[in-house]
């Protein structure tokens, strides 16, 4: 049976014979159309659809009139060009569901829920002592904060990234963009991703899909996807339950250690590998660091959860319920981090998944992460304006501030000794206090 993906927004098609109606969904080999006419001619052969951005496709095909909304099926030659069109608008999807609706891990446990700091009442230094500055892949950054990769869309995409980029700028942190796929396969798009014009200081981190160097052309990508933004780093992400609930999804990784080796070993940047939110296991980070990568990113689960987004954009009852099923899939990201740390001691990593505070980025800075990464709500502030992302970052640093400052921290390591399990002073009531006689 086909897997449908539902078109939100509705795409408008036109026909000969003045026939107009919407797509509302499609598989590999069909288009559902709906019309206000509910039947016309079978005789249907040629429809064209539109993108909002006035770009057209036209398919050659059959009309099938015995159920409603009615199956335009593609014909064998033309759908590639279905495949171009689905490429297009995935992204505008992901966008608009990441926008519109609840997107992350039900409940959202990432693991940093146990954790507490230690307050210290008494003052022991002023606050503008206080040094949130971090060392990662040979530079200092000013806040233990990344802007993470998000694919921003074909629509929005340019000034999704061009809001986040002046405030990775400002603020004196990294930023990833989300993949650079569509503009690897299509010059065209590259300057969606190019903000280096807008923000030539910015920390800029690249970002590619494994499943995309399972070929021999591997290297030429990654040297491409360098070169186009001139990247200072290049993110090399991970995500297997993604591809696997995606209709579309790319699901051959066969050999694709090998390639990543070499990746590493030539490319005249650094190579961090990236989960989007399943976490990664000691095991896997030992190999990644065998391999050459210079740099984790755990992304673990208890945030946005892209098993769930790919079954909101299905409307295949399978598909659906894949999604729901590994809603929450993975290992939390306070859990990953700290196994992953435990393995690769002074390894570079990145903690990602479900941080959406100050404090709860210092808890991932003293659990031993050089930086907390941030992804939906710095997209949800992009899709505003650019104070709402320079706003969205203030509150990050003032929260990490804060917690700095009242548990007596005053640099990033010292979080470390000042971070417990449960709650403050818990372990002390519960050995002093009997819980029962
Ligand atoms: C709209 C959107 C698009 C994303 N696109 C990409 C991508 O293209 N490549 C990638 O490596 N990660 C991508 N991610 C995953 C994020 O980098 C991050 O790992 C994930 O959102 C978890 O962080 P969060 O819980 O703070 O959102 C995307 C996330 C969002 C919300």
Redesign the pocket.
Known sequence: MAEFIKLSPALPWIAEQGHAGLVTACAPDRLILESPLKSFSTRLTHITVSLQNDQNFHFKGRLETEVYPFHFIISPEERQTLQELLGQIR?DQ??EI?RSQD??AEGRYTGFQELSFLPEALPLFDHSEIDTSVDFLGQRFALPILI?????GIQKGMEINRRLALAAQKFGIPM????QRIALDNAEYAPIFSVKDTAPNVFLIG?I?IAQLADKDALDRCRRAVDMIDANAL?I?F?VVQEHIQVEGDRNLAGIMKNLEMICKTLNVPVIA????SGISPSSAKMLAECGIAAI?I?GA???S?AH?EGLRSSSDIVSQLGLTFRNWGIPTAYSLVAVREALKDFPLIA?????DGLTAAKACALGAQFA???????KAALQNEEAVEQAIEGFERGLRLTMLASGAKTLADLKSKIVRGRPYQSTFERLIPSHH
């Open positions: 992204k992901h966008i990441c997107v992350e993470t990769g998000m694919t921003g990833g963009v989300g993949s970002n899909g993110a992400h995500n990236k989960e989007v939110g990113d992304g208890g945030g946005t892209w987004i990602t998944g479900g941080i959406r990464g941030i992804g939906l709500p710095l997209l």
